[in-house]
């Protein structure tokens, strides 16, 4: 009957297990970079997320030619249009002058009123058209002959000029509908795409499509495209690859610890206790925030190696002592409370960051733990008991600790050697770090930057509530600044835009109409032209009195609406000190990536060290409240220390940059360091009776089971779970040598 009832746990454990697996896999699975990021940043950044190069779709068309070049991205804007990937775009065509000339009013600011009255004198007026006679002569004939009819003051210049100034604070131009660089054999085209920046289904079939449009086009012309959903896929690849490969790697290599170590079919039951405690966390965790990161659920496998540990204590206690099952399970009990609460609390100073990711990771860690320690004690116990055990073939080590002298000297080496590292380690600033990509990704980057330098160039933002508010600010931005915003001379709010509509309907009363033509027909006789030739031109002009709206949203648009509902007006501008300080005094938002970077670093350095110093400071306690000796609960942390110094020294001696997001194992390494320190601690105050229910293989088991789930981590393509799975590697190592070798000593002196 007792076995019976141990099988029916054991069982709807699993079934538990399988449909918590299933839950998990149906809900989604974020990407996004910003749960890597603090709150105080989060604004910046994903204001960031939503420039040219993210949110929208940039594509990009590299051929050896400039005309090549142009056509390509006009088929390519055609195609990914025809199959629903991006929004439209109009390209300029025949009737571009006739568009030009009408947007002109809604954009006639008082700068053009000046240049338009100088360009209707009677010089100016013959200027023109003498200009006008020359080209016709050229290869802008063509274009001369479909422009000078509507326009023979050339009032498209005033709109030309504004496009042309889009690119002034960058290395492109504007040509034929396209951002170029010099030679135009680079050409980007920036398109509106219905997909969020999330959508991982819509990266991949833009990806797809790319690649099947690559294959139709001729040797020496590459296509390609940014933005936010192509980091999205790179990340999603990066974690799909990675979370497979660890749980599949960390899997076997647990599996083949537990048999090398056991050597008994039963105990690798203690194999099968992640696998029933990380569905239910993970779905705990998805629960409560709503989503859940690639990141927390590839830190499955650290939980993994953590949660075995309660079963590997209560395995070698039942193997190891001659009394009951109960009272075994009593005395080891303590010692299972003690790791959970020091581990747990750890866990719980995550909860203090503004990281999401640490949020997550707090959560999750603590909800596998738990479930770990209630499968420990009442599930897994009836198959380990020594009745019902295979004969005992474990390992055994003897490992004999330093005397108290050598392990004072250790300390001190290793205390220098820490100290050394910590002024020593190189920490990578870069946003890049936070992502992990292919290295087709960066090459097609580092030709993107040649139109966008995001090092040298800012994004300057301008906020509202409706995208005519936006444009409002933005105009306001524009005013605080020496030269005006480029972006404010083309999308104007309707309050500007009847106002310019007002001063060009002033500035042709019927007076200067008549004057205009009557000049007009003098200078064309003059110049060889026809009067009648230019009927379009007054044909249109009263129209044009009547306020028309022109959207150039299709060509480029800097308007977008961001994740609260609200809009933002995207300028790329210089990196300079001007641009910041008109978007303070107007309420806007200045991003610098270099700016960026370094404000990212301090926040996170200043997280992990406020994380950290919240565990240190919740398991000192915790230690003192169990123990109730304030010098025993300091001798705990020589592993968390020692270990600390082993990491940074190890880091700074090998030269790894290391990504800010490793800081992240701090914390963690203060609550495993303890726990190594309580397994020794308890030990030692039992006396040589706890020999049994303490031996030294269940620790080291411990650890080398930690360290696998940890260690896998090092074979990641994604950068942050690199990381963390790099410093957990030698953190951990090192503190379980010192809770092995070196804490004895200072055991046996002051316990």
Not at 493 to 512: I, V, Y
């Amino acid at each position: 009957m007792k076995s019976s009832r141990a099988h029916l746990k054991l069982l709807l454990a699993v079934l538990a297990a399988g449909l918590c697996a299933w839950g998990v896999l149906r809900g989604p699975l974020e990407q996004d970079i910003q749960a890597l990021v603090p709150n105080a940043l989060k604004q910046a950044l994903s204001l960031f997320q939503h420039s040219p190069l993210s949110q929208k779709l940039l594509v990009f068309v590299q051929a050896p030619s400039a005309v090549q070049a142009t056509q390509t991205a006009q088929w390519l804007g055609q195609q990914l249009a025809q199959e629903k990937l991006v929004q439209p775009q109009v390209q300029p065509n025949e009737n571009i002058f006739s568009l030009l000339l009408s947007a002109l009013p809604a954009r006639f600011g008082v700068q053009d009123q000046a240049a338009l009255e100088e360009t209707l004198s009677p010089q100016g007026i013959d200027r023109q058209l003498a200009q006008a006679r020359e080209q016709l002569f050229s290869l802008e004939s063509m274009a001369v002959k479909q422009r000078l009819p509507l326009d023979p003051f050339n009032l498209t210049s005033l709109m030309m000029a504004k496009w042309a100034r889009l690119g002034e604070n960058t290395q492109t131009q504007y040509q034929g509908g396209f951002l170029s660089n010099e030679e135009g054999t680079l050409q980007a085209g920036v398109y509106d795409t219905p997909a969020v920046l999330a959508d991982v289904g819509a990266a991949q079939r833009i990806q797809q499509t790319f690649a099947r449009l690559q294959k139709e086009l001729p040797a020496g012309v590459r296509i390609f495209f940014m933005g936010g959903l192509r980091y999205t896929w790179e990340n999603f690849s990066v974690i799909k690859r990675d979370l497979v490969l660890i749980s599949l790697l960390g899997l076997t290599l647990l599996a083949a610890l537990f048999w090398w170590l056991f050597r008994s079919k039963r105990a690798i039951l203690i194999y099968v206790l992640p696998l029933l405690v990380l569905p239910p966390a993970a779905l705990i965790t998805q629960c409560v925030f709503g989503r859940l990161s690639g990141i927390t659920l590839g830190f499955g496998s650290v939980v993994a190696g953590l949660s075995v540990d309660y079963a590997i204590y209560v395995y070698f206690a039942l193997q190891a002592s001659a009394g009951t099952q109960a009272h075994t399970l009593l005395q080891i009990r303590k010692h299972l409370l003690c790791n959970f609460l020091t581990s747990a609390v750890c866990f719980a100073a995550l909860l203090f960051s503004s990281i999401e990711v640490f949020k997550q990771i707090a959560v999750f860690g603590m909800s596998a733990l738990a479930l770990a320690l209630g499968a420990a004690l009442y599930i897994l116990p009836a198959y380990f008991s020594a009745a019902s055990a295979a004969p005992r073939r474990t390992v055994s080590w003897r490992l004999k600790p330093l005397a108290f002298w050598p392990a004072c000297l250790v300390c001190v080496c290793l205390l220098v050697f820490g100290a050394w590292g910590v002024q020593k380690t190189v920490f990578s600033h870069g946003l890049d770090s936070l992502n992990s990509v292919s290295a087709s990704f960066a090459q097609d980057k580092q030709l993107a930057d040649q139109l966008f330098s995001a090092n040298e160039q800012a994004l300057l933002f301008a906020l509202g509530p409706t995208a005519d508010e936006a444009l409002a600010q933005n105009e306001a931005l524009s005013d605080l600044l020496p030269a005006p915003l480029a972006v404010s001379g083309l999308f104007v709010s309707a309050r500007t835009q009847q106002e310019n509509q007002t001063r060009w309907n002033g500035f042709w009363s019927p007076e200067r109409m008549a004057r205009t033509r009557r000049l007009l027909q003098e200078k064309a006789q003059k110049n060889g032209f026809q009067a009648a030739a230019f009927e379009p031109f007054w044909q249109w002009l009263p129209r044009s009195l009547q306020r028309e709206k022109v959207d150039f949203s299709s060509w480029y648009n800097p308007l977008v609406r961001l994740d609260d509902g609200s809009y933002a007006v995207v300028n790329i501008v210089p990196d300079d000190p001007a641009y910041e300080q008109a978007a303070a005094k107007a309420q806007g938002v200045f991003v610098s990536v270099r700016r960026l970077q370094n404000q990212l670093t301090q926040a996170v350095k200043k997280e992990a060290l406020w994380v950290a110093s919240l565990a240190c400071v919740f398991n000192l306690l915790a230690v003192w409240g169990l123990f109730k000796r304030l010098k025993e609960a300091l001798l705990c942390f020589i592993p968390v220390v020692l270990g600390g110094c082993v990491l940074f020294g190890v880091l700074a001696l090998s030269g790894v940059q290391v990504n800010l997001f490793g800081l992240i194992f701090l914390p963690l390494l203060v609550g495993l360091g303890i726990d190594y320190a309580i397994f020794q601690l308890m030990k030692y105050r039992a006396g040589q009776a706890a020999s049994a229910v303490y031996p030294v293989q269940a620790l080291l088991a411990a650890g080398l089971s930690t360290l696998v789930g940890f260690g896998v981590l090092v074979l990641a393509r994604h950068a942050v779970l690199f990381m963390m799975g790099l410093c957990a590697l030698i953190g951990i190592g090192g503190a379980v040598a010192a809770a092995v070798w070196v804490l004895p000593a200072f055991l046996k002196r002051y316990v």
